[in-house]
């Protein structure tokens, strides 16, 4: 009953905030049919958490439910204002005549959060994976004083990460009054609704362009976005599903082998299935959705690359920075779209520059964009480039189409960059990171099997949208009036051809772009060895780029790239057809078409702006990649890939709604047969997912709770008994035994908001782009557990002001544990156990 009342206070501390920024939202979003409605809850924890962390920051506001409850009395305050300033637009009475939108994006909203609290109540351990480490962001914000927060594994530093999310998160903890391991859950239902209403708004906007007199229709074919977006799988699924079953598989010398599977080359899936005759799925077998690309080094070894699609996301449960992003990222389509339908109203003057865009926009745009990058800092360059690109074909549309309009893209994303970092300037101060540059990608094209495979779920309703576009068109378009030239006269032979040929158009313009692409990460290899050569005396040095590939020299390089990315077609040659039909209907066109008169053209259009952005998003980590310390593309993959499925998901399911409203028969009918396809392909990994879930649920005997933070066998009772202890206590440092990533190790500082000397090594390197701040204290930690001298470890507590030594089984099977010193020494301040804790007085080394 306690967890009902505290998930119930969350539903509407949520809904508070939202509804608190939704005159923001009717203003600022005034261009959209929906009036912002679908994204006020984002928007809302966006300028909260925004003024909640900056007053902070600043020593105005404590990191205290005072500070919290401040900061939202300051939303308020600026929802008041702006809806004062909307009166005459009649907030009120834009309200009441569209209540069956409110209800519609509410039910939306609640539905959603509701489903996914009651499946993550079913397994709700906050154990595995990343979930320890983003356990310990919250407590660690909720427990520090000040702003920034303290990382919660190495003490006496701040938090170097993308933290917005979880200031969020403990912002709505304190304001709801429940507990971190509650928070958790909870926060990821939200973020899953506020995406969810996000899609489902961005689609009824797009159908409210043009038909909005079917406004019921329009609600429920928008229910397609957050189906398509967030809760159907990738094509894996199918996959399992044929591979358990034997299917392709023949026995040969009493060997199962299948030519198939051996060339689709999808790990655990290349591996022979038990045929018991029992169908049983093995352990832990949805994770392989999320890795189905296979890259190969240059000796052919496999290299794993993550491809996480969001349904995958919310399964895992990591409450992430590319999972929280998610409704911001519909957010940033929303005002994407808002500018779009605006027709870039309104110019703002910097110095010599003017853009054309009004103040209020510029401003919200380098809010979001700037919290982008604070929430998740791979979207930062992703969103500032859709908002370019956006911004670049309106103003095409407006002046024409020249290389100005470029231009005047690139200015307002520089604009819009410089004033994202100003506004959240005390984060980039802080924060350390551990990209090295930009690389070209040579022997890593992805399968166009792998791509499918992928994105299957997604190809089949953006080509058929695309394709009922070209279809649409009319057959013998006249020439311009007053276009005598020849090009008019080509242009007209060129109708003549006919569909296919404009089909063939735009596939020749998609190759061009690939080929662009392809050319330019061939230049920037080039570069870097020609650079390499002129900064080192060495002659060994242009091969730098080869040496850090794996190859031996250049020349074997290149020719490997060369011959992978001939032997691999299918990806680029998929991406091509898929960018150059939507790049070929977004550039100008010398004859005039039905199509782009009629009511759909808009929305049409912008979807169309969609599909072409979500194919550069694919298509940038087939040709590049930022260097980190996973040496390889894993990551660029992994974050462009799940926000292209995101922009995707959400052009497909308003693909798949025009269609089913098409005046044609027969278009219709193919809308019926994609969407059987999407449907039936899509669902078989969620339902089995679904069911994977409840048999783990019904068969641990648990009871339906949210609390993440129940023994589970990652904290046993007597450890959860002092991190009970810990949170009452003082912040202090604290120590406690240092191993690997996704371990139990850390457990007692992530769990309790104590700063420890030292948690997960690797993730600490990984936040800090290398080990310097680190220094000794995992060996210093080693030494103060297992010296036999006090002297020795008095000094250690001195050097680090430690004020917590925790002694439990980890620490004991980790360390040669010399207990007798702390005995000695120190005074015991909680035992239970196995457990005992040790309190160092200020005075006691």
């Known amino acids: 009953m306690q ?3 505290g998930w119930l206070r969350w539903l509407l501390a949520l809904s508070a905030v939202g509804w608190a920024a939704f005159p923001l939202a009717y203003r600022l979003l005034r261009f959209l049919p929906g009036r912002g409605l679908a994204f006020a809850r984002p928007l809302g924890l966006l300028i909260w958490g925004y003024l909640f962390w900056l007053l902070g920051s600043l020593g105005i506001l404590q990191n205290n439910l005072g500070g919290v409850w401040l900061a939202l009395a300051l939303l308020v305050a600026l929802g008041w204002w702006a809806r004062r300033g909307s009166e005459e637009a009649g907030l009120a009475a834009w309200l009441s005549e569209n209540r069956r939108l409110v209800i519609a994006v509410e039910l939306v909203f609640v539905v959603s959060f509701s489903l996914l609290c009651l499946f993550r109540a079913m397994t709700p351990e906050i154990r595995d994976t990343e979930k320890p480490m983003e356990l310990a962001f919250i407590n660690s914000i909720l427990r520090s004083p000040t702003m920034p927060p303290h990382d919660p594994w190495l003490a006496d530093y701040a938090i170097s990460y993308y933290y917005f999310g979880y200031v969020m998160t403990a912002m709505l903890a304190r304001l709801a009054a429940v507990p971190s391991g ?3 859950n909870l926060m990821i239902a939200s973020v899953f609704a506020m995406a969810a209403a996000g899609a489902y708004g961005l689609v009824a906007d797009l159908l409210a362009g043009w038909r909005r007199e079917h406004e019921g229709q329009n609600l429920l074919l928008a229910i397609f976005a957050p189906v398509i977006t967030l809760v159907l799988g990738n094509v894996e699924g199918l996959l399992e599903f044929l591979h358990v079953r034997g299917a392709f598989w023949r026995y040969e010398d009493g060997e199962l082998v299948s030519r198939f599977w051996t060339w689709l080359d999808i790990k655990d899936l290349v591996s022979a299935p038990a045929l018991s005759g029992e169908l049983q799925l093995r352990f832990w077998w949805w994770w392989r959705a999320s890795r189905v690309i296979t890259d190969r080094n240059f000796a052919g070894d496999p290299v794993e690359v993550i491809d996480e699609f969001p349904w995958f996301s919310y399964y895992l449960a990591d409450l992430h920075p590319h999972v929280i992003a998610m409704p911001f990222a519909m957010l940033a389509l929303a005002l994407g779209l808002n500018y779009y339908l605006g027709r870039g109203e309104g110019e703002t003057r910097i110095g010599p520059l003017t853009l054309g865009i009004d103040n209020s926009t510029l401003w919200l745009s380098a809010l979001l964009i700037g919290g982008m990058a604070f929430l998740n800092i791979w979207d930062f360059p992703i969103y500032l480039g859709f908002l ?3 911004y670049a074909y309106v103003q095409a549309q407006r002046k024409g189409w020249a290389l100005n309009r470029l231009m005047e893209g690139v200015w307002l994303g520089i604009v819009l960059a410089a004033l994202g970092v100003l506004l959240y300037l005390p984060y980039h101060i802080g924060f350390s990171s551990q990209a090295g540059g930009i690389l070209p990608n040579l022997i890593n094209p992805t399968r166009g099997a792998h791509l499918w495979v992928m994105f299957g779920t997604l190809f089949f309703p953006l080509l058929a949208f695309l394709f009922s576009l070209y279809w649409r068109r009319p057959e013998k378009p006249e020439i311009y009036p007053d276009d005598n030239s020849s090009r008019g006269f080509l242009s007209y032979l060129f109708w003549r051809r006919g569909r296919f040929i404009e089909l063939f158009t735009a596939l020749l313009i998609g190759l061009t772009l690939v080929a662009a692409l392809w050319a330019a990460s061939l230049a920037l290899a080039l570069g870097i060895a020609w650079g390499a050569s002129l900064v080192s005396a060495d002659p060994g040095a ?23 990315r001939l032997a691999f077609t299918g990806g680029w040659l998929t991406l091509a057809l ?12 010398p004859l005039p078409e039905k199509s782009i008169t009629e009511p759909a053209a808009n929305s049409n259009n912008f979807a169309v702006l969609l599909i072409f952005f979500g194919a550069l998003l694919v298509l940038a980590p087939e040709f590049f990649y930022l260097r980190d310390q996973f040496g390889h593309r894993m990551n660029t993959v992994f974050k462009f890939f799940i926000q292209g499925w995101l922009v995707w998901g959400v052009a497909g399911a308003y693909g798949l709604a025009a269609m089913l409203s098409a005046a044609r028969r027969g278009g219709r009918a193919v809308a019926f047969i994609v969407l059987a396809l999407v449907v039936g392909v899509g669902s078989i990994y969620t339902l089995n997912t679904i069911d994977t879930n409840f048999q783990d649920f019904r068969n641990s005997g648990r009871t339906l709770s949210l609390n993440g933070t129940n023994p589970t066998g990652y904290l046993s009772a007597d450890d959860q008994a002092a991190v009970a202890f810990l949170l009452e206590q003082p912040l202090g440092t604290l120590v406690e035994a240092v191993g690997g990533s996704y371990t139990r190790y850390a457990r007692i500082s992530a769990h309790s908001g104590q700063p420890s000397l030292l948690g997960w090594p690797g993730h600490e390197s990984q936040w800090r782009g290398g080990g310097e701040e680190m220094g000794s204290r995992a060996a210093d930690i080693e030494r103060l557990y297992s010296t036999v001298h006090w002297e020795e470890a008095a000094n250690i507590l001195a050097v680090y002001d430690i004020r917590y030594i925790y002694v439990g089984d980890l620490e004991r099977t980790t360390y040669s544990v010399y207990e007798l010193k702390f005995v000695e020494n120190l005074p015991i301040a909680f035992q239970q156990g196995s457990v005992t804790l040790y309190a160092v007085p200020p005075s006691a080394p």
């Open 3 to 5: 967890e009902l009342v």
């Open 182 to 184: 509650i928070a958790f």
């Open 388 to 390: 370019m690109l956006v």
């Open 542 to 564: 242009a091969d730098l780029l080869a040496a850090l590939m794996g190859a031996p020299d250049s020349a074997s390089l290149f020719a490997l790239a060369l011959n992978r």
């Open 578 to 589: 898929i960018a150059g039909l939507s790049l070929r209907w977004l550039l100008p066109r």
